[in-house]
């Protein structure tokens, strides 16, 4: 059943429109239905809940009434401009606009959307902003728009796990920035190894020696074995319950491909296990041969 709730709209001049929202909608959306009501173009519209200026990527929570001020058409064309450019063309944009736009927040956030490196063009109050520049939305879009941005964001950004889960879900290779405490946080590295199994690589040691976390990671991508610290891939025990986990974990075993114990819980586990691990056909006939299977 969809949900949908009633939005009061009021502008400093009074009651403006009421609008009928659903609840997975952003606040873009919204915009958008109060253009529809009311006439005001959504790029001129700044919406404010309590005390607070709404993001367009956000979702409205719980406030029933919003606050609408408008912004002054030359802002309204910034803002439209930016949203129709190619991404090459927002730094330029940015650079020739007035320092007015260079120092409005949600001008400068559609351009480093459309391109990270758009963020040295911003004004110099907003450069040496801290709360902007580790702000989610902003590191997320200047990564997402050119990964080379990272060298114009603050340290403190790869120390900050919404911002690093956030970075991680566009490319799992993103921990390698992180901060030694998240790369040995389970929660980041695993959501890493979901999108990119060599992300692993980044790990910290401890986790990587960790039997019950590799142990985790394998089930989700058997590849994980090769990542494991050295004590744990030379584990005949350790394997056995590798792939116990995921039979397909056979390939990366190496000498333990060959193993009784191991070939033994891998067809205990999935009938099928060699022919979804195997390509070495003379280790695949000898570990047969060696548990009675003809």
């Not at 998240?182 to 986790?207: C, T």
Request: with cysteine; net charge neutral.
């Amino acid at each position: 059943m969809v949900s949908l709730m009633a939005l009061d709209v009021d502008g400093i001049g009074g009651h403006i429109c009421t609008v009928t929202a659903r609840e997975e909608w952003t606040v873009r959306n919204i915009k958008e239905a109060i253009e529809m009501k009311s006439g005001i173009p959504a790029d001129e519209q700044r919406l404010v809940s309590g005390y607070q200026e709404l993001k367009d990527s956000h979702r409205l929570k719980t406030s029933k009434s919003l606050t609408l001020l408008r912004r002054t058409p030359e802002e309204a064309e910034m803002l439209q401009r930016l949203r129709k450019c190619a991404s090459e063309k927002a730094p330029r944009l940015l650079r020739a606009a007035p320092k007015t736009l260079r120092a409005d927040r949600e001008v400068v956030l559609r351009a480093v959307e459309k391109s990270g490196v758009a963020l040295q063009f911003a004004d110099e109050s907003l450069r040496g902003d801290k709360e902007l520049r580790s702000d989610r939305d902003v590191v997320v879009a200047a990564l997402k728009g050119s990964p080379e941005a990272w060298m114009l964001l603050p340290p403190q950004c790869t120390a900050n796990k919404d911002v690093m889960l956030a970075l991680i879900n566009l490319s799992g290779r993103h921990l390698q920035l992180a901060d030694s405490c998240l790369k040995a946080d389970p929660d980041v590295v695993m959501a890493a190894l979901r999108s990119d199994v060599f992300s692993l690589q980044a790990a910290a040691d401890e986790l990587r020696r960790d039997r019950d976390f590799m142990l985790a990671a394998i089930c989700q991508k058997p590849m994980a074995f090769l990542f494991a610290a050295d004590e744990l891939q030379q584990d005949r025990d350790f394997a056995i319950e590798a792939v116990k986990q995921n039979p397909r974990v056979l390939r990366y075993l190496g000498k333990l491909q060959q193993d009784v114990m191991v070939i033994s819980a891998a067809t205990k586990s999935s009938g099928s296990a060699m022919h979804l691990a195997w390509e070495d056909e003379e280790a695949i006939g000898t570990g047969i041969c060696n548990i009675g299977y003809h």
